[in-house]
């Protein structure tokens, strides 16, 4: 970094407000939103101290990592593991991959405030610009909507639905349509709201349609993508359709089901049925229940039982338990009770095995799928008795290989089901798992094989690491909600010599201070012959050897020039480069924590003076260097330095080689090896 603030930080910085009606969008937003709640919105969290704490969703998180602090007036979030930091609508953008207007505008819309007036800086292709997808998608869901209702288009759908015993509410909650059976309704319904918006109506861009599969090219022109079938609408957690899961009508019209193709608004992969609507239930329970059918999730959601998602025909991905694991503390999986049901189940096991969260299998009697067994009399009680009695996830792996096992005779083929269930096991994670479980594990297995236990933990291979390295900046964060967090590089690491390691402190103590005061704008400092001065007029940028340092001053003397009160929010509002993000948060928790124990007034001026000492200090002795001392010189200035140095013990330490072998002639040999030493 060479110290200057990026483009988009100086674009964003505005002085701190002192009204609301002078308030810009921003700041009117992240005033009005309790960050808190937002992020508990999608991520369990617990108050620990001031703070609360949760899973990150950034990164494969295993133990809470992710504070939240709302301490003074301050609302930021951060990542001690990823260095994910931010606020509120850092956390929309990451979290819901929305751009900054989208995200002003939902916040806006939360909170019931009216913008002022944002330009979408969007892309302009309407194929691709995420406004564009989400209005056309919205179209669609009202036209699929509509056609439900009416007389002939929606007949087989509602006969379909009716067929199935689901309750009208569920219907409207869940907000299920039909795509009626002919070549070019909805291409006809499209041409007709794109000329409406010819006239001043709201603006689609019929590649919209294309790109999302709703409008598909056909020998003979356009023709739409779904035709005859029951239309189950898929939503991100914002509860904005983004897909569709369509059912054939007719029999013998396959694929029975048809999802909406993969766009930068939905990945079936990523993406949990009816999560928008269970979420809350899933954060109050700590309980997931997971189903493979969307009609097994509306009926339980119909039934009272709000905990449930389903898959979109896809296996569990390691993206659907890290979604879940952030949510809930156990997780419950409901599958067909047939081979292929048993299959996903294999599946889902596997994948969850490497996540830290209690898992369950929960196999519903006579076969019955879960509308099916609460449509029956006492079905609902039926479904909760096999729900509370599920199997563990792991006995069910274990059970799952001995029944492998007794169809083997051959001891060559024991073994290779062994060696293979090992390696499965070791790569899933087996050995980082809670001990208790993973004993139980192998003494079952020990007593199937009768191989002692400690010869299998041997043979077990450890697992491949994915955990994110905290060595690299600006590497993209493995999960899918984040667009890209950099890894833990928050500053240059501390210089290795005395001197400079001083100056880091010094510079960090002093930001720290700065950021934990209350009503920075009015302090002052008194800094040797130049008397009492403002904060703003204390130091440069260039007095800040770290570069992040260096800019993190910038932003705050931004904020002190405008002469109005502050929080670190401003700050890490103003930070357009994550790690900032971080760094600022950071300096401010080390800041408010050392003013609760001490003088606000005076941890600041103590900070001020020893940041300007260490300047004076410098600039003594670079003014001394400018005129090549000779070795005399440079010996007294060591000295010097062993006296007043803000280690003098380390400083002695460094100069214990002696760095003078050249003669008087070679001072600037001498002073470069001096620098190195000291």
Known sequence: ????????????????????????????????????????????????????????????????????????????????????????????????????????????????????????????????????????????????????????????????????????????????????????????????????????????????????????????????????????????????????????????????????????????????????????????????????????????????????????????TKDHARMLQRMAERITLIFDPDTAGERAADRAVETFLAVPIDVAIAKLPDGLDADELLARPGGRAEFEKAVHEGEDALAWMVRRFRTELRGTDSMSGKQQRLQSLLQKLGELGLRSIDPIRRRFVLNELSSMVHVPVETLERSMPMPRSTTPQATAPNTPSPSDHAATVPTLVIEAAPPATPRHRARFEAERNFLAAVLGSSNQATLRVTLGDSGSLPLAEAFTSANFEQPELRQVWILIASRLESGKPFHVQDIVADAGVPTLKFLASDLYETGSRRMESADCVQTLQAAATDLDRLLRSDAEDNNSFRHAPDQTTLVALVEKRRREGHRPGAIARAVRVDPFHASAEGSSADISRMEKHQ
């Open 1 to 316: 970094m060479d110290g200057s603030v990026p483009n988009d930080v100086l674009s964003n910085m505005t002085p701190a407000p002192t009204s609301v009606a002078h308030m810009s969008d921003r700041d009117r937003i992240l005033d009005a939103t309790d960050l808190v709640a937002l992020v508990g919105e999608h991520v369990a969290l617990k108050a620990r101290g001031r703070e609360h704490v949760g899973l990150c969703p950034f990164h494969d998180d295993s133990k809470p990592s992710m504070a939240v602090v709302t301490h003074k007036g301050n609302a930021f979030y951060k990542c001690f593991a990823c260095g994910a930091a931010g606020n509120a609508i850092d956390f929309v953008m990451a979290f819901h991959k929305m751009d900054f207007i989208e995200s002003l505008r939902h916040l806006a819309t939360r909170a019931g405030i009216e913008l002022r007036g944002q330009r979408d800086q969007g892309p302009k292709d309407p194929a691709t610009s995420r406004e564009s997808l989400r209005k056309a998608m919205a179209a669609a869901n009202r036209f699929y909507r509509k056609c439900l209702t009416d007389d002939t288009l929606g007949r087989a759908a509602r006969n379909h639905i009716e067929s199935r015993g689901l309750a009208t509410d569920a219907v409207q909650t869940f907000e299920l349509g039909a795509s009626p059976d002919g070549w070019d309704h909805f291409v006809t319904h499209v041409e007709k709201l794109i000329d409406h918006a010819a006239t001043g109506g709201e603006q689609l861009h019929r590649e919209s349609f294309e790109s999302l599969g709703l409008i598909r090219r056909g020998p003979r022109g356009p023709i739409d993508g779904f035709r005859g079938r029951l239309m189950f609408p898929i939503h991100d957690e914002l509860g904005n359709c983004i897909a569709f899961g369509a059912r054939a009508l007719k029999d013998g019209d396959e694929p029975k089901y048809l999802n909406s193709p993969d766009s930068p608004l939905f990945s079936k992969g990523r993406t949990l049925y009816a999560l928008h609507l269970a979420r809350r239930a899933i954060i109050d329970s700590k309980h997931a229940l997971v189903v493979e059918g969307y009609v097994d999730a509306l009926a339980l959601h119909a039934a009272g039982i709000k905990n449930v998602v389903a898959t979109l025909g896809t296996a569990l």
